[in-house]
């Protein structure tokens, strides 16, 4: 596919579970985004990754989430002890390069529910 | 899908009119200023951004203008067409590259 891939597209889980999300991004795009939205609101940053490491992860809450992105092409969202308020959908992103007008494309995000 | 912005600002348009959208910014640090389009169940699209020192860039159908002194920023589309009716995100980007989105706008067009 020419898009960002995201699975799954919809995960439930209950409270306390352990969550990871896939982004499988573009190829060849360097830099990979993951960003978080909640109902009514606009993406929120949680990191990005400038090939494997990660570049800024300012955004990520606190210690109960983790990324990676191994290879410098997919990435993982971890999500440890899930609380209901992390339920939100999770966008990942990714550009050709960082910085300038580089374009970012989005996936379709992944609709967490934490019941 | 789940619908995008059920508490968002809505404009209201006819079809074939034109829409202005609005969003103020805070950050003068901002490089680019950039639009999005998100439809319901879809991750956003790009549409437009313009540099921090222009004022003014066009594309096909939108134009965004950009006012540094009072900070604030805002999307035209000519023509509104049904395939506009989405949420429209303006974000900025600083150094890093990371994007910050501002709250959207819910754009209907009345057919």
Redesign the interface.
């Known amino acids: 596919g020419a898009g ?1 891939s995201q699975t799954p597209s919809n995960k439930v889980t209950e409270k306390g579970k352990y969550v990871e999300l896939r982004c499988d991004p573009i190829s060849g795009h360097t ?1 990979l ?1 993951w ?1 978080r ?1 909640s ?7 949680l990191i ?1 990754f400038q090939g494997t490491g990660a ?2 992860d300012s ?1 990520l809450p606190n210690d109960r989430f983790f990324a990676v992105r191994p290879e410098g092409s997919v990435s993982t969202l971890k999500i440890q002890r899930t609380e209901r308020g992390d339920s939100a ?1 999770y ?1 990942c ?1 990714s ?1 050709l390069t ?12 992944t ?1 967490l529910t934490v019941v | 899908g789940e619908s995008v912005g059920l508490h968002l600002p809505t404009l209201s348009v006819q079809e074939g009119d034109n829409s202005i959208i609005n969003c103020a910014y805070s950050n003068s640090a901002s490089d680019y200023f950039i639009w999005y389009k998100q439809e319901s169940g879809k991750g956003p699209q790009f549409i437009i951004d313009i540099r921090s020192n222009m004022d003014k860039r066009q594309g096909q159908r939108v134009t965004v203008l950009l006012n540094k002194t009072v900070k604030h920023l805002s999307l035209q589309i000519a023509a509104t067409q049904p395939g506009d009716s989405a949420v429209y995100f303006c974000a900025f980007k600083a150094a890093g590259n990371k994007l910050t989105f501002g709250g959207g706008t819910r754009v209907l067009v009345k057919p």
């Open positions: 960002v830099a985004y960003y939205q109902l009514g609101q606009g993406p929120e940053f990005y570049a800024d955004g959908v966008l992103a550009s960082v910085g300038g007008s580089t374009e970012a494309f989005f996936g379709q995000g609709r």
